[in-house]
């Protein structure tokens, strides 16, 4: 009976500790779309408290539409807590960006229908697609296989995604990013970086009642960090929201520019 017990300690270990790994940031794109960046690439990254073991896990890659199709193994690596692993994919023709060291550099890439693949890494499709990070190389069927370590469908067409709606799309010059630990919500969790967000909430760190924005924004939502939807705008565009009725805390805002969707964490103080 003991022993038995400590097995299935063992299990559940393993199972809480996978979660802690989490697909932190996703960048595509090609030479069609314009791309600057010279690869894709993905970003894994440990939010737990205990180092873990991706000992043959895979990275696997699906269109918008349609099942898993390619996939790549993982070499064995422990990533402690804390700890991003950066996985250089694909090359994109007239990028002019190197991104930093990777980490992994991926290679052989197989169909999961047997057919040949020559690509070096996975080509990500800066629009919309579907990542999972899986513990074996078993097709994801979605983003609930038993398997499924962590799962982003991006991009507007993406048909599964963790949650109530898919992550943004990449841009040419930057890629998505993981504002939440992870709130199994594609949506809110992740966010464009850099100047393609730059403006959206002009004070992130509220000391009033008003979150201001940078220019007008549509079908503005404020989430709590429970995944729940605490205010929404009155209005279908809005400048700013009043939060007055919202207490101390941190929340993520959500809405629309230039029919991009956006989401970024805010402070109330």
Known sequence: ???????????????????????NEIYGGNENSGAVLKNNYIVLKNIGNVPVSLSGATIQYAPAVGAFNQY?????FTLNPDQTYLIQE??????????????????????????????????????????ALAANNVQVPGPISSNVLDFVGYGSNADQ????????????????KRIMGSSNDNQVDFS?????????????FIKGNEIVFGSEITDVKVYDTFR?????????????LDIA????????????????PISQKIVRD
């Open 245 to 260: 009725e919202l207490p101390k805390g941190t929340y993520i805002v959500t809405g629309t520019i230039n029919n991009v």
């Open 161 to 176: 995604f963790m949650g109530d709606g898919p992550a943004p799309s990449p841009t040419i010059t930057t890629g998505i």
């Open 90 to 131: 694909a090359g994109i023709s007239g990028g002019t960006i190197n991104l930093p060291t990777p980490d992994y550099i991926a290679t052989t890439v197989t169909n999961f229908d047997a057919t040949p693949n020559q690509s070096k890494g996975l080509h990500i499709s800066g629009v919309s697609g579907k990542i």
């Open 192 to 204: 464009l970086e850099g100047t393609a967000k730059s403006g959206f909430v002009q004070n992130p």
């Open 72 to 76: 790549h193994t993982l070499p064995d």
């Open 1 to 23: 009976m003991k022993k038995t017990f400590t097995i299935a300690g063992l299990i559940l270990f393993a199972v809480v500790a996978h979660a802690q790994i989490v697909i």
């Open 228 to 240: 729940r939807v605490v205010k929404k705008a009155p209005t279908k565009t809005a400048l700013a």
